[in-house]
């Protein structure tokens, strides 16, 4: 193992309630210290006096703050997870745009807890492998599920189902990051009615027809000038 992945790795699994908890209440004490103070003054320090525990136990489970802040968000992303799989297995509405509203407010209401957090986790967290392959599972995994669905909705009309399903995840997850932890607030609920008829009217449309591209006639250099003997 390098260096630099134990440096993003928590040190120490718990395999006992009270290791448990305590891991818990420092993942606690650190997310209301990134969100009150930010990253660059959210030391392990003030992490270990919001949760009450000696600086030395909090370096037993983690080695520094880049550690913590992956795994917070590593936890965000199973979070996120876990909130659709239970929305799906309530069944999904009939209408295509019902379906559209019901992934676009789970996005929301996922980011919604802290969004000064967001903002930190977004902005600051460092990118491990380990981390960039939950990323990519979990998009792999977004995306399959949205080809599916629009392989057998009716109401889909756009002629490239791959692309279509990649679209639409992409743009719930960055316009959900990018805009619930901007500095500025954003009205939710308009925000969400505009972003679930943007996406419905993009998948019900007909498929624009693009007619074959035109290519200018070549161009040939003049004849070279024959001297007409005298």
């Known amino acids: 193992m ?25 993942l606690t004490a650190a997310a209301h210290v990134f969100a009150e103070h930010g990253y660059a003054a959210g030391t392990t320090n003030r992490i270990a006096e919001r949760a009450r525990i000696s600086i030395g136990s909090l370096y037993q489970y ?8 992956v795994e917070l968000l590593a936890r965000h992303l199973d979070a996120g997870m876990a909130a659709l799989a239970r929305r799906e297995e309530k069944g999904l509405p009939d209408s295509l745009e019902e379906i559209v509203r019901l992934y676009v407010r789970t996005a929301i209401e996922n980011h919604l807890d802290d969004p000064q957090l967001l903002r930190v986790m977004i902005e ?3 990118r491990s492998q380990a981390l960039l ?5 979990y998009e792999q995994e977004r995306v399959a599920d949205m080809r599916e669905l629009f392989e057998r909705h009716p109401e889909v ?7 279509a399903a990649r679209l639409v995840v992409s743009t719930v997850e960055l316009g959900v990051h990018r805009l619930i932890a901007a500095p500025d607030s954003i009205d939710i609920p308009r925000f969400e009615n505009e972003l679930v008829a943007m996406l419905t009217r993009y998948l019900t449309a007909a498929p624009a027809e693009h007619p074959p591209a035109e290519h200018p006639p070549a161009e040939h250099p003049p004849a070279a000038t024959r001297r007409v003997p005298e």
Do not use: M
């Open 2 to 26: 390098t260096s630099d992945k134990r440096r993003l790795q928590p040190r120490k699994q718990p395999r006992q309630v009270r290791a448990e908890l305590t891991r818990q209440r420092i």
């Open 62 to 69: 983690y080695p520094n703050k880049d550690a913590i802040l």
């Open 124 to 126: 600051q967290t460092p």
């Open 133 to 137: 392959e939950k990323v990519s599972r």
């Open 157 to 163: 009309r756009v002629g490239d189902i791959e692309t």
